[in-house]
């Protein structure tokens, strides 16, 4: 298997926690902004932490949180462009972002079902 440092989707969802965190960092809304950069960097965590497992089942599960951590980091995108905390045109780049890692993170997962099988 490869390391996780290896995988495009980690490089890319650890590439957009940095971003997040580095345009965010003025927010006075502390608790928003500790949630949102703390959904994203779950994805890149979940995802190194599944690659560090010892079995195929556990990496699945891992990677699930990972998509399930982007799912949240969704919704609070569009949340924080509606309150405006992010210019809608940046937040709406950041959400396609996320459903493409999203979507990488399920063929991913299929792939490492399917090897077990």
Do not use: C
């Not at 959904?39 to 497992?53: C, D, F, M, Q």
């Not at 089942?57 to 949180?65: G, P, R, S």
């Amino acid at each position: 298997m490869a390391r996780f440092e290896d995988l495009a989707v980690w490089k890319r969802s650890a590439r957009l926690s940095a971003d997040l965190y580095k345009s965010l960092r003025d927010l006075k809304d502390f608790g928003f902004r500790d949630q949102i950069t703390r959904s994203g960097l779950s994805v890149p965590s979940n995802i190194a932490e599944g690659y560090e497992r010892g079995s195929a089942k556990e990496t699945a599960n891992f990677l699930n949180y990972a998509k399930g951590s982007a799912g949240e980091l969704r919704t609070q995108l569009y949340i924080a462009i509606d309150i405006g905390y992010i210019e809608r045109e940046v937040g709406m780049a950041w959400i396609k972002e996320v459903e493409e890692i999203s979507r990488m993170l399920h063929g991913l997962m299929q792939t490492i079902r399917a090897q077990k099988n």
